[in-house]
Each structure stands twice: as C-alpha cells, then as structure tokens.
C-alpha cells in the first residue's frame, strides 16, 4: 500500500489522486481525494481537525486536514463537493469521521477571527466571550464544519466524532497550542482496500 501525504498551508487546496506511484514531493494542499485501491490517503495534525470521508458505493475517500483557516476557506465543503463531482459519490452514503482537535474549550481566539468567522458564514456564531480573558473569545470549529456538512447534503447519523480536544489532554495527544512548535504531530489515514 502507497501513502500520499501533503504538505500542509491552511488552505482549501485538495489533490486528487488518480494513480499509484511514488510520491516523492508531497504536494501543496489540505486534503487528498481517490479511489484509486491501496492507496492510503494521510495528513498530520496537532489541534487542527482530522477528517476522513469515505462513500462506501461509489469507493472514494478523502482525507482532509482542517484548521480554523481551512475551515474559514470551507475546505471540508470544498473537499466532498469534488468527491461528488469527480467521482459520483452521493451525499447519501457519504461517512465522516472527525478525530481529536482543539475544541471549543481551548481555542481561543482575538475578534479579528470572529469577525472573519462571521462574514464567511453569514447569520451563525461559533465564538463566545471568554470568561476569564476579555479581549478573547472561544471559538467552536465543529459547529462551522457542522454548516459545511449540512451544506453538503450529508446526514447526521453519518458524522462520527471522537469529540476529544487535543488541547485539553496532552497526555493522549499532541497539541501545537498546549506545547508549543516542538510538539509531535498525529497522523490521520485512510484507504479502500478492495
């Protein structure tokens, strides 16, 4: 089995991969799609959102790394609209599974992020006043994928998240925010293998 990575730039850039071989310079982007067979499609996070997407019947996969500047670029909507396009999977039978990232408990952000938040998704808020710091705010990046998902057509029943922040228990994973640059990275991976 081949794995394709990226390397990753806050972005709503996904590459799609249409055959086997050898990747030797990861490209630029935030997510990978396929339905080429073994090929396992990976990206790395430490607080940014690990999604995976699987449509069982049509047998694509994407994999997507989420950060609040992708989720800010609508990388998640952007991603499953190209599944659908260039592959036939339907919002139907689409699967999402969300591992451990920085969660609303933790992320804290200035307002100049809220107010971005707030233009790109007109008429929803995903940020609270922090109580204890008050120039900051909290910021809830599940809740602006749950817009992207619903977007997408995709059912609830199919969304599964761990519901872990990686912030919040240094113990279990990495968190670029808790520890710092130096911090390990996690890896997320998916692959159709028949």
């Known amino acids: 089995m081949n794995l394709a990575t990226l390397r990753q730039v806050h972005s709503d850039r996904f590459i799609i991969i249409k ?12 997510a990978l799609v396929t339905r080429v067979k ?10 940014c959102l690990p999604i995976l997407v699987v449509d069982p019947v049509s047998k694509v996969i994407a994999a997507i790394h989420a950060g609040w500047r992708g989720i800010l670029a609508r990388i998640a909507e952007e991603t499953i609209a190209e599944m659908m396009r260039s592959f036939g999977a339907k919002e139907s039978n689409l699967v999402v599974a969300l591992g451990p990232g920085i969660r609303s408990c933790c992320f804290e952000v200035g307002r100049d992020v809220v107010e971005m938040f707030e233009k790109t998704f007109s008429g929803e ?18 809740a602006a994928l ?8 995709i059912h609830k029943k199919n969304i599964h998240d761990l519901e872990a922040c990686t912030c919040c228990n240094t113990k279990e994973f990495f968190s670029h925010r808790a520890e710092g640059a130096r911090t390990g990275r996690m890896m997320a991976v998916i692959a159709m293998d028949s």
């Open 19 to 30: 055959e086997k071989g050898h990747q030797g310079n990861p490209p630029a982007g935030d």
């Open 38 to 47: 073994e090929i396992a499609l990976a990206v790395m996070v430490a607080d």
């Open 125 to 142: 808020s995903f940020a609270k006043p922090h109580p204890d710091h008050p120039a900051k705010w909290l910021m809830d990046l599940r």
């Open 146 to 153: 749950d817009v992207q998902f619903r977007g997408s057509g």
